[in-house]
């Protein structure tokens, strides 16, 4: 008898415990809200994933789920391995019925007004959609939170993001009292377009210990006239290898400063392109390229 | 006609003069008046020659060039066509330039002398495309007025198809890129650009001017222009050709600024022109200053962004349209 209720006991206490575990499994986030404000459910792991944004694919390889991806968009070019993935367009007004054909369990949608029919089609068809900005930097570690949390792999995702963070931060630290020459990027030349104070790309800047010229416009990519960055006379000028050699042949860019005195800075197009996992990386190339003789890694 | 209005040429002559001194003195960087004139001559300080003979003038020659050459196209074209509606993109000039440069965009070409000749091409395949069709369908072989607006029409929707096939997987730099030339600038102005440009719009303007009185002729319709014994049939084909060149020679250059050539020639008319070699003066005139001060407006109204200079020139033109309508009235 005695041996009975003990064992009436475990199994209760046991059964307990399984209910208390199972509930706090379940409670951090049994659903969440993406940047449409739609309301996603955190379901059973997904093994079919559909990502339509080149950032969030960067996040998915980094977790470890890039296995489980079964599309992608045109421009996923990071890791090697996403070019293995079916490409199913370039991510914006996406062809419904070639992402439903292959059979997602979770769609991860870039959040832009193109993009809202396709997350309310998707949603309508039952398919799980998760809409999210990457412009900034700290969307970024949003989107890696949640995409964790959704694929069942939030460890991996900490691990990931607190990774990112450390480089950005020690680059901060090490720029932090140096001086920040100012900084125009020119991202295309017909017509002049440059980034603003919401891109990620002017918080990379600041982390790098430079100033971008247009930090002041709010919008991610403003159009700008050339006798209007003439005037904010930038040190530094950034730009791609394509970028550069247009600047160099152009006599309307001989006038600037920055070029007379061979200031043109390339970078890397594809490192810094992306807001994804490697920020800590373009910020540490962006501080080496404009601080050439004070940072070190 | 001309001297009796002698007043009216200088009061165009003294805008246009005035306008383009504000487009070289006006931009994000101030420069005094006495500095620009003395940077026009290239003394005073560096920065100053640079900014005013290095980015304003260019823009501004190119403008003026852009604006005379769409203008006398128009006139030319309304003239021969009968038409009041004609304009230089008609013969499907706009549609088979934007088919060329947005081609070379989607190629991923990005290089503005390559995108130039590929408008140029296109607009020229357009053209003549439009001809042929004109010809063959024509009466008897002629190349019927009314057969040619529809084949230009006809050719510019299609045009307009493969634009967009062609864009709609663009990545979006390309799109912007190609918009953005659709929309018209003057701000890729080199001097390279306008020596082409000058010789293309100064050649054809010249021979039109030449052929001034023919349009004249053809004006009044193709049977009395017979019998007033000129070749109806090699004469409007000369000028459809001439005009065409014109439109697609300042299309290369800056894209699409429409407006201009539609509305010019009637603002000259307005004023008192009817007669062609007057006309097409007048018409550059009147365009050049347009496209100068649109070009003005386009790049001061928003600072520090650019405004489409296409957008700029209808927004100019049409209530100064509208008001010598009025006038008219």
Redesign the interface.
Known sequence: MPVLRTRILVIAFVALGVACARKDAQTPATSLTDDFGDTIVVGPRPTRIVSLNPATTEIMFAIGAGDRLVGRT??DLYPAAAAKVPDL??G?RPNIEAVLGARPQLVLLYASVDNRNAAQRFRAAGVNTLSLKTDRIEHFFRATQLIGLLVGDTARAKLVADSVRKSIESVRAKTSGLPKPTVFWH???????TIGGGSYMSQLIDIAGGTNI?GDRPDVS??????????RNPTYIITGP?GAD?IKK???W??APAVKAGRVIVVDTALVGRPAVRLGEAAIALASLIHPKDFTR | MIDHRSWHWSLAILVFVVVCIAGIATGAIRVPVADVLRALLGSGDTSSIAIVRDLRLPRVVLAALIGAGLAMSGAALQGTLRNGLAEPYLLGVSGGAAVGAVVAFAFGISNSGWIALAAFAGAAVAVLLALLVARAAGRGGRGDPRTLLMAGVVIGAFANAVIMVSLANAPPNTIRGALWWMMGSAGDASWQTIGVLALSIVGGGAALIYLARDIDVLALGEEPAAALGVDVDRSARTIYLLSALLAAATVAAAGLVGFVGLIVPHIVRYAGLRRHRPLLFGSALIGATLVVAADLAARTLRPPAELPLGAVTAILGVPFFLAQLRKAA
């Open positions: 045109h421009w367009g370039t914006i991202i295309w030349d017909a017509p002049l377009i247009y403003p159009q700008v006239s050339i006798e209007d960055v003439i005037k394509e247009k152009d006599p309307k001989a006038i």
